[in-house]
């Protein structure tokens, strides 16, 4: 009623004041100015009694909370909710009985040092090893000269501990899985049966000590079931049992690898899928880890040390096989990269390139940016007529894509990543080749999925994809030294990740015409270019575990080029295991990381976002300035030593 007390008495005040004009102005109006003034009467009348009945509200209230031989008093005195009433800086006025046995400091800023009192809110809060759902609101009296806040405390502390025991007694199922079992069965020289029989025993102990029981479904792969706090400690631990499985004697020189998955949801069947989900994403990943997924969140452990390159020639043959049948009865194939695409993304693109026109079918490579990495070798390609009419831009590729039209990703595997997402998105036939680990969003959608993170780059992946795709396939000589040029970008020119299939895959591609000259022309930096690798490479700042952090001098432009060389020359460096340059490329920070093979690069960088392998690999941050993105890279380093292991 409030509201209209003030406009009352406006109009009382205003009524009376022309009362008073027209009565000694005109005589004739008297009648009619009586009927008004009675008329101001009873708005005045009005205006008092809404007035008097606000003030006695007011005071009532006031009463209420003072007096405590009232009936309402006594109510709210002996309510067994905790109530207290304070002023917005925190400092108590009033409580009842209930919040004098919970609370009893003079100031609320005890308990709640950053909540807001200003305005209406709720926050759960630990008070004297109880919870608390504390909820407070404003308590405002128009004639009080200070404004006060009611707020009223609820014990959750019951309900938090069945939750705590729900969570920690959900049901987990565990998938644990001997990955170079088969491998290591082709030498003679294998302890199979001992083998076996040593894993199960460090299986049947871990289940022993986390209340958990366990079945082997095959030889070297187990079926574990514990609950979630079980897992916690084996978190906690790090999945030691991949490590204690390491020094198993299997009579090859090679050492036991293990991959466990672990799937944690609200039923069993659902935790069941979840691990065999997280399997998946461990042996895409290289196996030799151990993966947890808890809802849509991924947890990875392990996978620290360099694989041996064992894919398997019976997958490249059935994959080349359907790959052809595939392109057979398409007339487009359009093959698409990474952004900011590289040497190894163009030599696997020019790879594809040549299968598609084996079979008769158009193939389109698009590039949106090309960037500095493959200028020369668009260039040289702008010189061979054949490749002249290759390239298109993503606008041109959506106005052509047609139903039957194949997509063909090379050196990628995460949707975020490639050149057109809105070309990923319209593709019906999806085909994707990658060497890198697998992560958590990777293109799960498609017609077609090699990945082998074991393998040196995408170009070596190809170049055996053409050796099975058809015995009469002729690589042009330009389309060889690309995909050389991709092999050695990756292995920094056979130094690092090489296997005998690299060297394989080298031989075919220099048989077939590949130009030692123009990769080597490929990679050779003008004078400016390697006076700014220089400054980065002096600016680096090494701490004592070997590791080297640079960054671009604030008036050198960023280029992604010398980014990637200075971290490679880092490592040139005696003392440097592992290197990381940072960059500001405009809309983020860039680092390109590099490691001898000691550190996993990839792992550090993962946690910001990025991914890559043991040896290389790169992020990007994205709103954060220079400062935040080293601390940040900083944090994550400081992590992964801290993760290590310890036997």
Not at 224 to 245: D, W
Not at 427 to 439: F, G, L, N, P, Y
Request: hydrophobic share 40%; proline share 2%.
């Amino acid at each position: 009623m409030k509201e209209y007390r003030a406009p009352l008495i406006i109009l009382t005040v205003f009524f009376a004041a022309l009362c008073v004009g027209f009565w000694f102005y005109s005589h004739a109006l008297k009648p009619l100015i009586l009927v008004i003034a009675c008329c101001v009467l009873v708005l005045a009348m009005l205006a008092l009694f809404f007035s008097s009945k606000h003030r006695e509200m007011e005071q009532t209230m006031d009463e209420v909370l003072s007096d405590n031989r009232s009936a309402s008093s006594e109510v709210i005195e002996n309510l067994s909710i905790p109530w207290i009433i304070a002023n917005l800086s925190g400092k108590v006025v009033w409580r009842n009985k209930a919040m004098e046995e919970v609370f009893t400091e003079k100031s609320l800023q005890i308990a709640m040092p950053q909540l807001d009192l200003s305005h209406p809110s709720t926050k759960q809060i630990v008070w004297n090893g109880s919870n608390y759902q504390v909820m407070h609101m404003p308590l405002v009296r128009e004639h009080a000269k200070k404004d006060l806040i009611l707020e009223y405390w609820i014990d959750r502390t019951e309900a938090v501990h069945y939750r705590s025991l729900y969570t920690d007694e959900r049901p987990a199922v565990m998938l644990i899985s001997l990955d170079n079992f088969e491998d290591m069965a082709g030498d003679r020289q294998f302890h199979g049966t001992a083998v076996l029989a040593e894993v199960e025993k460090l299986v049947s102990e871990m289940c022993r000590k986390n209340n958990a029981i366990y079945c082997r479904y095959e030889s070297g792969r187990f079926l574990c079931i514990a609950e979630a706090q079980s897992v916690n400690e084996l978190e906690k631990a790090r999945f030691n049992l991949m490590e204690y499985a390491r020094h198993i004697e299997t009579g090859t020189g090679t050492p036991v690898s293990l991959s466990i998955a672990v799937g944690m949801e609200q039923r069993i069947a659902q935790s069941e899928k979840s691990a065999r989900m997280a399997m998946e994403l461990a042996l895409g990943r290289g196996g030799d880890q151990a993966v947890v997924r808890e809802g849509a969140d991924y947890r990875y452990y392990g996978g620290k040390n360099q694989q041996d390159a064992r894919q398997s020639r019976v997958k490249m043959r059935l994959f080349a096989k359907a790959l052809r049948q595939l392109f057979e009865s398409s007339s487009d194939i359009y093959i698409m990269g990474h952004k900011n695409p590289d040497m190894d993304c163009m030599g696997a693109a020019m790879g594809i390139a040549t299968c598609a026109e084996f079979v008769n079918a158009r193939p389109h490579l698009v590039l949106e940016d090309p960037g500095a990495a493959i200028a020369d070798a668009l260039e040289e390609m702008q010189k061979i007529g054949v490749y002249r009419s290759l390239v298109i831009d993503p606008e041109t590729a959506l106005s052509q894509y047609r139903s039957d039209s194949v997509l063909v990703i090379v050196d990628t595997q995460r949707p975020s990543t490639v050149e057109s997402a809105r070309l990923l998105e319209t593709a019906h036939k999806v085909v994707v080749i990658d060497h890198h680990r697998r992560s958590a969003d990777f293109i799960d959608e498609t017609t077609l999925h090699y990945t082998e993170s074991r393998a040196s780059s995408a170009s070596e992946m190809v170049t055996e994809v053409l050796q099975y795709f058809a015995d009469n396939v002729k690589p042009s000589a330009f389309a060889c030294s690309m995909l050389l040029s991709g092999i050695s970008l990756d292995t920094k020119q056979f130094a690092f990740n090489v296997s005998s299939r690299t060297f394989e895959a080298a031989g075919y591609l220099r048989k077939n015409g590949a130009e030692i000259s123009n990769i080597s022309s490929i990679f050779r930096n003008d004078f400016d270019q390697y006076v700014e690798i220089s400054r980065i490479v002096e600016s680096a700042k090494i701490d004592e575990r070997g590791i080297a952090v640079s960054c671009f001098p604030e008036s050198m432009p960023f280029n992604r080029i010398t980014q990637a060389q200075a971290a490679d020359q880092l490592l040139k460096i005696r003392g440097i295991n592992a290197s990381f340059v940072v960059g500001d490329e405009g809309d983020c920070i860039s680092i390109s990381g590099r490691s001898l093979g000691e550190i996993n690069v990839q792992l550090i960088l993962e946690r910001l976002g990025g991914g890559g392998h043991l040896t290389m690999a790169g992020a990007q941050l994205r709103d954060v300035s220079m400062e935040q993105a080293i601390g940040a890279l900083e944090a994550s380093i400081d992590q992964q030593f801290d993760s290590v292991s310890v036997i």
